[in-house]
């Protein structure tokens, strides 16, 4: 068996350690004589496994107590739809920050609900930086401000998060939740889908200030809300178990490895690998991100044709440099060095990279 290394933008790459305990534990779980897949999401035992998760959670990424956290099925764009629904009147006025493909995909799910201001949008600039604050038009009166931590596709990430004063502030972190530490006190909401960091797509996390779950929001179903959730420790219907089970391996993984402080040193140096490699390349390879938004989590680049990027994608592949085509809005190639994606991928990935343009360039 041979596990080339993945730089897989979602679902990405998991570590061997928590694959391999599953695996062993895939036949019969914790004495229970069936695996954790086959038993009841309110058994003592999954509830266990839950409540540990949530713990786990709380102390990897400092969640306080005033924050409820919630692990729900549907996957970060089902909470780009709840976001409007729980925290908004009908046609309530809210700003949304554009500065790639996810923000826009959040105002597309809050358009049917609420009167979407966009305060600020990349998208005039090709999305290759961040508007800064000072030109951003933020309402008075916005229930809430929505802003994408990190833009998987394009490849730009907050490295301050701006003050938006009183305004509850709701980020997107699904491709950066827990690649370094953060001041959660300075959110209302953080959602995150759980395949980029997390562990296996199917669940996704959020995280909401307690006050807000008293909002009046718009009439919804049961299963659309918050509070009904929270109410219940997310087991309003059956939550996805496996995932949740996954995701609290990697939380437990991640804990081991140092928690936040060290994947944040480890994004650092493998980002820098990367965006070194493309920098130095006298411009075989091109990044077009302004230095001080670029992504430590997804590194979009460019070689001089398409025909190129595609050569570059499928010699990758057969050196055992998996996923590195990027996405269809952008083309190119894209680099993902989530959590789980060790220091020596980014090291073979930029070795690749020198080949690669000695034989090209
Ligand atoms: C992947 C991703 C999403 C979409 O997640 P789904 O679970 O597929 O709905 C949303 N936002 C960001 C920033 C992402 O990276």
Known sequence: MTRAFNFSAGPAALPEEVLRQAQAEMLEWNGVGASIVEISHRSADFMAVAAQAEADLRTLVGIPDDYAVLFLGGGATTQQALVPLNFASPGQRVDYVVTGHWGK???????????VNIAADGGAGGFRDIPPVSQWRLSRDAAYVHVTANETIHGIEFRD???????????????????????????????AGAQKNLGPVGIAVVIIRRDLLERAGQPRADIFDYRSHAA???MLNTPPTWNWYMAGLM????????????????SQAKSALVYDAID??????????????????NIPFFLASEELDARFVSEAKKAGLLALKGHKAVGGIRASLYNAVPLEAAQALVAFMADFQKRNG
Do not use: C, H
């Open 251 to 266: 939380f437990k993984w991640m804990l081991a490895q140092g928690g936040v402080e060290a994947f944040a040193k480890l």
């Open 232 to 234: 219940r420790d997310s």
């Open 161 to 191: 998060m701006p003050d938006v004063g009183n305004v509850p502030l709701v980020a997107d972190f699904s491709s950066s939740i827990a690649s370094e530490p953060i001041d959660v006190s300075r959110y209302g909401v953080i959602y």
């Open 105 to 115: 995909t959040a105002v597309r799910q809050a358009k049917p609900y609420v009167d």
């Open 280 to 297: 130095g390349s006298g411009g075989f390879y091109r990044n077009d991100v302004a230095a001080a938004v670029r992504s430590r989590m």
